[in-house]
């Protein structure tokens, strides 16, 4: 179903590549690209030309009919640079454009590929009337910002951020990649960003990045940057995530066996398979380093004496990829120099002997699981801990300028009263306040040389003092009178203070006709 548009004059260059939710499965999302453009930072729009504002219209287009077909929604993400998001007229030129085409602005990603130095206020103010729009932001993997991620948070209105998934593609000659990718991701996940992995061209890659956490998964596995048509019978044929690329929940209390003798594996399972672990087993450091990059696992035993890889080596990468787990060493050989530098160097929880005695290994394995659970439980605390302090001190920092901002009001105000005060004690013409209780509590000295024979004017009562014919003022029934007083005629006005019926009294004005000012 193609929305009412004509889409004859717009470009037919361009492609969509699926997005995929690694919870649910589903195609979610679609990366629209241009054909036979290569820009190498994967960006959309690099200009407000006629040419890009079309392409971006026609993507608009397709996407909105897609969601509406299909009875779900899809984001449509794109590149674009960072100089085209902060000009003010594109605010306005995509508000405009998404109201023609029916896009729902939330349906929109915005992938960010270039940020270099600071952004003008002006940009900032663009960004943020898109964002005001509904509009979300990525940043792109080509983005150098992406290494800056805290600070690129506070600079830019953020949603999520996109991962390169080469840094993965070959876990055992290279497993820091795994543990930088995981950094990368729970940092995101604190700073409340979704996680989407580009460029997957294999399976094992693609469990990896699910492993770490991802929360979307793109690249040439699920599907290549198609045209229009193709899209859409991809999108009609359903297609989903086979269930070996969702994110489960993890499983509890794993346990990874390393050994390069099946005979030692089988029985070390058969021993332990009665206390309720998932058991993993691999007969080698590589092996076991591909299981690493996969599962989560709270507790390793590895062997040392092993070909290609030793036990201590092994260990080491594995500290890199799973720091929180703990790790255990079963030999019968007693290379004691590499064990102990392992174990000084935190590789290695403990160090067991072969042959083992069961109850002794499993007591032993027990207590490393405990170890576990214990640490779990401390870096939970100590993040909620530390997350609550956080608050508080952003309490406490909003608190204080709060209390800063009522003292410089008050300071102000009191300025403001006592300039107030004195200008209405010099004023020439005379002044005269009755509070709500019918008492004077403001004379001018005007007002104080008008009335010299009641002495100071302050603290009496208004009909007691003042002339009969200032009544009608006093009681409300007038607003307005003439006085004769020291042979000068005034007229005298009741001004209501605190609103129409004067809440908080009044205010009479004397003003001498014929007097020179």
Request: proline letters at 5%; a negative charge; one cysteine or more.
């Amino acid at each position: 179903m193609e929305h009412p548009r004509n889409l004859a004059a717009a470009p037919s260059t361009l492609l969509y590549q699926p997005r995929f939710d690694c919870r649910s499965g589903l195609l979610s999302g679609v990366h629209a690209s241009l054909a036979g453009l290569d820009r190498g930072d994967g960006t959309f729009l690099d200009n407000l030309s006629g040419a890009g504002l079309m392409a971006l219209r026609e993507a608009c287009v397709r996407v909105a009919g897609w969601s509406e077909s299909h009875g779900r929604p899809l984001a449509l993400t794109l590149g674009a640079h960072i100089e085209v998001l902060c000009l003010p007229e594109f605010a306005t030129q995509l508000h405009a454009l998404l109201v023609e085409t029916r896009l729902p602005p939330q349906s929109l990603e915005l992938e960010i590929v270039t940020l270099y130095g600071d952004i003008s206020e002006a940009g900032e103010r663009a960004l943020q009337q898109l964002k005001n729009c509904g509009v979300r932001f990525t940043l792109s993997a080509a983005s150098p910002a992406c290494a800056h991620l805290a600070w690129t948070r506070r600079l830019l209105p953020l949603d999520g951020i996109e991962v390169p998934s080469r840094l993965v593609d070959d876990v055992a000659a290279d497993p820091e990649g795994v543990a930088i990718i995981r950094a990368l991701v729970t940092r995101a996940h604190k700073l409340g960003l979704s996680v989407c992995a580009k460029d997957v061209g294999a399976s094992r890659t693609a469990s990896v990045m699910v492993a770490t956490g991802c929360d979307l998964l793109q690249g040439a596995l699920f599907g290549l940057p198609l045209p229009a048509a193709e899209f859409e019978a991809l999108l009609a044929a359903d297609t989903r995530l086979d269930n070996a690329h969702l994110r489960g929940p993890r499983p509890e209390r794993t346990l990874l066996l390393v050994d390069d003798e099946e005979n030692i594996l089988s029985s070390l399972r058969r021993l332990l398979r009665r206390d309720g672990y998932t058991i993993l087993t691999a007969t080698g450091g590589l092996a076991a380093l591909e299981l690493l990059a996969t599962h989560p696992v709270d507790v390793i035993i590895s062997d040392q004496r092993m070909p290609g890889m030793t036990g201590v080596e092994f260990l080491r990468k594995a500290k890199d990829m799973h720091p929180d787990s703990v790790r255990l060493m079963l030999s019968g050989y007693s290379d004691l120099q590499s064990v102990t530098d392992a174990i000084n160097e935190g590789a290695i929880y403990k160090f067991l002997s072969k042959p083992w005695d069961d109850a002794m290994l499993r007591a032993n394995i027990e207590e490393a699981f405990r170890r576990k659970l214990l640490a779990d439980d401390n870096r939970r605390l100590s993040s909620e801990l530390k997350d609550a302090n956080e608050a508080l001190a952003r309490i406490n920092t909003q608190l204080q300028e709060v209390l800063a901002d009522q003292q410089r009001r008050l300071s102000m105000e009191e300025a403001a009263l006592g300039i107030t005060q004195e200008a209405l004690a010099v004023a020439p013409q005379p002044l005269i306040g009755i509070d709500p209780s019918g008492m004077i509590a403001l004379a001018n000295d005007a007002a104080g040389r008008l009335f010299p024979e009641q002495g100071p004017l302050i603290g009496q009562g208004g009909d007691e003092a003042l002339p009969a014919a200032l009544a009608p003022l006093l009681d409300g029934s007038a607003r307005e009178t003439d006085l004769v007083c020291a042979g000068r005629q005034y007229h005298v006005e009741a001004h209501p203070l605190g609103g129409q019926h004067g809440e908080r009294g009044l205010l009479l004005s004397f003003t001498c006709e014929g007097c020179q000012t």
